[in-house]
Nanobody
Framework: QVHLVESGGGLVQAGGSLRLSCAGS????????TGWLRQAPGKEREFVAA????????YYADSVKGRFTISRDNAKNTVYLQMNSLKPEDTAVYYC????????????????WGQGTQVTVSS
């Protein structure tokens, strides 16, 4: 079992930055691929970024590439999402999620999910 808690969301102006954190507990967190996904009001959930368990491999959605950076610190059982140059269209609830299987770009199939943290970007 893996328990995930996201933090770091909030309200920011367009062009600003936020860093999301995902604190995980459970013996498999630091050995599992982890992703960030988001869901805007009235829209389907979408892939944002993913990182392999060692951090050697990362994947990004085209819409955030060059602006967002995913990273992890397994000693702290934490995965981060640094978000720069934020746009109003980045407004969504952001979820951290863990896969028991290998990292896969774009997948929405994860085994454990956090409760989400709201990110709102004003224009």
């Amino acid at each position: 079992q893996v328990h995930l808690v996201e933090s770091g969301g909030g309200l920011v102006q367009a062009g600003g930055s936020l860093r999301l954190s995902c604190a995980g507990s459970g013996r498999t967190f630091s050995s599992s691929a982890t992703g960030w996904l988001r869901q805007a009001p009235g829209k389907e959930r979408e892939f944002v970024a993913a990182i392999s368990w060692r951090g050697a491999n990362t994947y990004y959605a085209d819409s955030v590439k060059g602006r967002f950076t995913i990273s992890r610190d397994n000693a702290k059982n934490t995965v981060y999402l640094q978000m720069n140059s934020l746009k109003p269209e980045d407004t969504a609830v952001y979820y951290c999620a863990v896969r028991n299987g290998p990292i896969i770009r774009g997948t929405l199939t994860y085994d454990y999910w956090g409760q989400g943290t709201q990110v709102t970007v004003s224009s």
